[in-house]
Nanobody
Framework: QVQLVESGGGLVQAGGSLRLSCAAS????????MAWFRQALGKEREFVSA????????YYADSVKGRFTISRDNAKNTVYLQMNSLKPEDTAVYYC?????????????????WGQGTQVTVSS
């Protein structure tokens, strides 16, 4: 089973930017779909963005479209989430996840491996 480790979270003011990284070790990465989810305190985990194994399929939640960009580097076994124009409502723990079936699903149930999460806090 692949191990995923997120990094890049932190505290930022509204309007600022952060870049999250998710490094995969052990197990297949280049043929797997990857995604970012987030979970705010007291809320359910929600889909943020997904990317197909080739990098050509990109999917975003409406709430982040135009502000966030997902990308991947299969040579480095890493997926990224560039977050611009951050808003206080983006505050959450962000998780990366892998789907070995490459479905680019919005449902967390379709992902078989998860990272431990990284906290993103946006102050107003």
């Amino acid at each position: 089973q692949v191990q995923l480790v997120e990094s890049g979270g932190g505290l930022v003011q509204a309007g600022g930017s952060l870049r999250l990284s998710c490094a995969a070790s052990v197990g297949p990465f280049s043929r797997s779909g990857m995604a970012w989810f987030r979970q705010a305190l007291g809320k359910e985990r929600e889909f943020v963005s997904a990317i197909s194994w080739s990098g050509r399929g990109l999917y975003y939640a409406d709430s982040v479209k135009g502000r966030f960009t997902i990308s991947r580097d299969n040579a480095k076994n890493t997926v990224y989430l560039q977050m611009n124009s951050l808003k206080p409502e983006d505050t959450a723990v962000y998780y990366c996840a892998r789907d070995y079936r490459n479905r680019s699903s919005m449902s967390p149930h379709d992902y078989d491996s998860w990272g431990q999460g990284t906290q993103v806090t946006v102050s107003s």
